[in-house]
């Protein structure tokens, strides 16, 4: 395993993405190959074997949904293939259709305008290529609107913490968002599980899925 | 026209004073000049009918068949003429818009000849044909009976002056003395202004046919064209939006990003306390919140749920976002004209936030099916009703975008609930 992550970059914008090899470069990833295109996209991810794939959703050649096929497609055949996609607005349809992609962890879905904030792309990028599951915040938001009678038991407390849960945060960084003890958080977390009736676990990427399936399920299904 | 002045006749019937005014006159023109018409068309009509004739009378009054010679010249005189009036009615026809005139001064479209095989292809000849069927037909038995009421009333009024000649008058009894017909005189001469009511409504009927069967249709191609261009132009428009959307995705949104992202950059290089820092951070806010407003724009101008998933995608995303439980069904072909894609994505999108601001709902639905070559949107919800198109631009801002696909919306919602809002968008190119 080697110390640097490499990656394979696909984002059809030129100049954006210059920029994105100029971040990823700084913070010590090695950018395998920068791509314009899907196609292009899957030769480069079989070609290099990267540790992580980023890549923008609407690509050509389709100009639809293409970058985010290719990903999903490169997921089937290497379930554990980190990748985290770029989202020009909130498609709650993408992040489930990435979350049930692969071994359906080490993914991320994340707005386009979560690159200008440099260091937290980064720490997003980081924790996805390490195991770890990364969802935008306006996707959680938006899945915690949705009518669940079991969220209206959650206290606001909870609900704030639920939102950091699914975002794939850690207790620590948990406690540190909302400047209370990591202990505190621990207790909120229990609490939350239990009362979605979900599975308890320590491992904070399985308490992040636990809560997306939970929130994207009808609940009806 | 004011409405001083009555336009038509049946209009004028329904005014006070019409015994007074100029219209009695105007009427009685018009029944009198039918007269020579329909007298010319009932004999023609007879023609066309006399092998009928001939095989009742021989069938009934001599009690055998009619002689084929007979039966066979009649019916082929009678296919002659049939075959003749589609020429015939065009004359009439023209003689009998011009009458109308008498009763009726509203403009009547009429028909240049179109030429011997068009004019037998054309509904509208048919049914001048009808027409004259009609008028030597039907009219001919109404008039005669009006005259004998005419000639009815025209005796009892006169009778206490004819019985004195010794003939008595008969009305439905003799009447043999003055003293006895001046009842029968005065109940005639109250009922003669009936009697031009009766003539009067009568002649109205008789114009209000002859208008429908005789209007020649505005060209309804024309008026296609008028809508098909107008569509047109919302669909070039429509395509216009699209354009717009992709240029600012592909090349705006993520020239913006690339911006932001250097100037996030920067401001790791750049220490803390130097003076250059706080421009920069503010620089790096403002290219942060023109992210967000392009975002938005760039969704006004056009939802890219919809370029991207396609309609039934792009209404169940609109359902995720909902407050309330929405489910959806789709059942759409793959390829919808953009317009019609746009619009019942927004009637969707417009609808379901209705629901949410007014109804109080547990739950909603949408529907989207085809009919025939209709897109039907249906979208219900279970809340208390009471929508009502005049308060509020909504429902009639959403009845505009219908319209301008061609298409119709219609509401359902009793107080009390439930709502159902159901547009039909043509998909027919």
Known sequence: ?221 | MTSEHPRHLAEALRRRGWLISVWPWRALAYLVSTVPIAGVLAIGLLVVGAPLLAAANALVLHDRPPSVALMLFLAVGSLILLALAPIVSFGVAAIERWRLRLVDSRPLPASPWPGLAARYRSAATWREVAYLFWLGGFVPVAYWVLLLLVLLDLGMVTSPWLVGDAEPVVVWRPIETTGEAIPYAIVAVLLLPVLCYAAGLLAAAQAAVARWALAWPVDATALREVARSRTRLVGAYEAERRRIERDLHDGAQPRLTSLTLQLGLARLDVPEDSPAARPLAVAHDQARGLMVMLRQLVHGIRPQSLTDLGLAGAVRELANAATIPVTVHADLPAELPEIVETTAYFVVSEALGNVARHAEATRAEVRLTTDGGDLVVEVSDDGHGGADPTRGTGLTGLADRVAAADGRLLLASPAGGPTLVRVELPCRR
């Open chain 1, 1 to 221: 395993m080697p110390s640097v992550t490499r990656v394979v970059l696909a984002e059809d914008e030129v100049l954006l993405r210059e920029g994105l090899v100029a971040l990823l470069t700084r913070f010590d990833f090695a950018v395998c190959a920068a791509v314009g295109s899907a196609p292009e996209l899957l030769d480069a991810a079989r070609e290099h074997q990267p540790d992580l794939v980023l890549t923008d959703i609407r690509m050509p050649p389709g100009r639809r949904d293409d970058g985010l096929r290719a990903a999903v497609a490169l997921r089937a055949e290497r379930p554990h293939l980190p990748v985290v996609v770029l989202s020009q607005y909130v498609q709650t349809g993408y992040a489930a259709a990435l979350l049930d992609s692969g071994d359906g962890q080490r993914v991320g879905y994340l707005l386009k305008d979560r690159v200008a904030e440099v260091t937290e792309f980064v720490d997003t990028l980081r924790r996805v290529a390490s195991g770890g599951t990364a969802i935008d915040p306006d996707v959680v938001r938006q899945l915690l609107h949705r009518p669940r009678d079991p969220l209206a038991a959650l206290s606001t407390r909870e609900r704030e913490v639920l939102a950091l849960l699914a975002e794939g945060r850690s207790n620590a960084s948990i406690a540190t968002r909302l400047h209370v003890s990591e202990a505190a958080v621990g207790k909120h977390v229990g609490n939350i599980l239990l009362k979605l009736d979900l599975p308890p676990s320590d491992d904070t990427n399985r308490r992040v899925l636990a809560v997306l399936t939970y929130l994207r399920n009808d609940p009806t299904g």
